[in-house]
């Protein structure tokens, strides 16, 4: 999926380290075969192939993920939308080849012509969803996350109750660790000056999940200008705005994954107005030219009080 992962658990002494790294590889490698872009006989790959008007049989989880993907894109009035895939690669930042210069005002409208997260149908009784025709499914915003509370419900159904799972960033942790402290996490902050006083905020996962969005994972720079790999769908262009991340606490990590996109993409104002209205954890990260002010949602407020 493009990305690394780490796992750390507390292991009781009859258990067997070998079979449990196997049994999270086999979770990873099924969320791969099931929602990754990057492979090409991936059911999301296949379904991004179909001809329009065909209906497609989903496995479970790409199935439960595409209508939480869905669910965030119609309350966020598309700010995410799983069916950004050509826009996403017509930039560089998916599987296809990084760009070194933004592509031009045609081709963004064309990338623009095939999304459209309401066009896309589905059966929930049959687990099915419906081709429009030229839609490409793109699920890097909330795959990752749900990859995480997969491999966590393995590790518990283990009967390992103490871990913390990470991929690509986002994480989730269960228990304590050994010496019975909490899995603390430091809030990720974007690099450079003015970015230490956030890089304080700490926040101890228990039964929670952590993900960030920010404009300085990964980007080009073409005369003079940073084009950040958040698209938002609405424009076509990469989100643009003076807010740098937004990190968000929830139970789901791949909840928090796709709100964290969705927030990022609505930006400072607007994006605090959807979390107020929504009870979503989130911190915002603004930059000025001093460095980065820092503003809470009233739910992720009240986690720290």
């Known amino acids: 999926m493009g990305t690394s992962w780490s796992v750390a658990a507390l292991l009781p002494p009859q258990a067997d ?17 099931q929602m990754s872009n990057w492979e090409a006989d991936s059911d999301l790959s296949r379904f991004n192939r179909a001809p329009a008007g065909s209906w497609h049989a989903l496995p479970a989880d790409c199935f439960a993920v595409l209508r939480t993907a869905l669910q965030v894109a119609r309350d966020s009035g598309g700010a995410y939308d799983p069916s950004a895939g050509p826009l996403v690669d017509l930039w560089g930042f998916g599987p296809a080849p990084a760009r070194r210069a933004p592509p031009s005002p045609d081709d963004v409208q064309a990338a623009r012509a095939r999304c459209g997260w309401a066009r896309i149908e589905t059966d929930a009784a049959g687990g099915r969803a419906r081709q429009p025709g030229g839609v490409a499914l793109d699920f890097c915003a909330i795959a990752k996350g749900f990859a995480v509370d997969a491999v966590a419900r393995y590790l518990c159904a283990q009967g390992l109750d103490h871990h913390l799972t990470e991929i690509g960033g986002e994480l989730r942790g269960h228990g304590v660790k050994p010496d019975g402290m909490p899995w603390w996490v430091a809030l990720e902050a974007p690099p450079g000056p003015g ?24 980007y080009f720079d073409s005369e003079g200008r940073r084009y950040a790999h958040t698209i938002d769908p609405r424009t076509g262009y990469p989100a643009s705005h003076a807010l740098a991340s937004v990190t968000v606490i929830h139970p789901q990590c791949m909840l928090a994954d796709a709100l964290s996109t969705a927030l990022t993409v609505l930006g400072p104002e607007a994006g605090m107005a959807h979390a107020r209205r929504h009870g979503i954890a989130a911190r915002f990260l603004v930059r000025t030219a001093d460095g980065f002010l820092e503003h809470h949602s009233p739910a992720f407020a009240a986690m720290l009080a």
């Open 195 to 218: 970015s230490d006083g956030a890089q304080q905020t700490l926040v101890a996962l228990h039964g929670l999940s952590v993900a960030t969005s920010g404009d300085y994972r990964r």
């Open 17 to 33: 380290a070998g079979a449990i790294a196997a049994g999270i590889g086999a979770v990873l490698e099924r969320v791969i075969a």
